[in-house]
């Protein structure tokens, strides 16, 4: 499985738009990105996966290059709840044998 | 269906002891999956089941460990003689196929 590099922690204030990038130099043809969301006591909530280009849910946009060697997760005017620790994934998530493999993820703050 | 579930949401116990935690995942995924969380980290897995077939299992899966899903619902991970290295947060998962897993509110294990 492809591994993964984000920052480890991230500052913002509510309303603004937080980018936060994915290195994932190995990726494979197979592989799908996928990031999920964790507040503190709760298990891990996912909110976008993509393959390629743009994809865009009610929560977030997913931004991949052609190149598909990083991810960037975009936030429209975060609010304070979104402080959370992001995850960025990458897996086969098309044959069998998919399994997650989360680092450390990206602490986000947002702050009033 | 309220999404995933587990029990207990906490356990302590004394080093030594055997502890066994139940998941229920939603109704109709074939998948569950079970990890484990340490403070400041991210999950890590443990081994998933498809069905009532326990198809993968970490290294970190010692022989202390077992995971069954014995009719293809519920699960029950036990875990042997606990030692302290054992506390930890116990996630459980589920998904229908590759789709994206939803995961339970969590078990923390603590062993004094």
């Known amino acids: 499985l492809a591994k993964t590099t984000q920052p480890i922690s991230m500052d913002s204030y509510e309303g603004q738009e937080v980018n936060i990038t994915c290195s994932h130099n190995n990726i494979a043809t197979n592989d799908y990105i996928t990031w999920y969301q964790q507040f503190p006591s709760q298990g891990p909530r996912f909110i976008i996966q993509?393959?390629?280009t743009k994809v865009t849910n009610e929560v977030a946009s997913l931004f991949i290059p052609a190149d598909r060697k990083s991810s960037t997760l975009s936030l429209p005017r975060v609010s304070l709840s979104d402080t959370a620790v992001y995850y960025c994934l990458v897996g086969d998530a098309v044959t069998g044998g998919f399994k997650t493999i989360f680092g450390a993820g990206t602490r986000l703050f947002v702050k009033a | 269906d309220t999404g995933v579930s587990q029990n207990p949401r906490h356990k302590i116990t004394k080093r030594g002891q055997n502890v066994t935690f139940r998941c229920d995942p939603i109704?109709?995924?074939?998948?569950l999956y079970w990890y484990r969380q340490t403070l400041g980290q991210g999950p890590e897995f443990l081994t998933y089941?498809?069905?009532?077939?326990?198809?993968?299992k970490s290294r970190l899966l010692s022989d202390r460990f077992s995971a069954e899903r014995p009719k293809g619902s519920f699960s029950t991970l036990e875990i042997q003689r606990t030692e302290q290295g054992d506390s930890a947060m116990y996630l459980c998962?589920?998904?229908?196929?590759?789709?994206?897993?939803?995961f339970g509110p969590g078990t923390r294990l603590t062993v004094l």
């Open positions: 993509g393959y390629k």
């Open positions: 089941f498809q069905n009532e077939a326990q198809l993968e």
């Open positions: 998962a589920s998904s229908y196929g590759t789709a994206e897993q939803f």
């Open positions: 109704s109709e995924h074939n998948r």
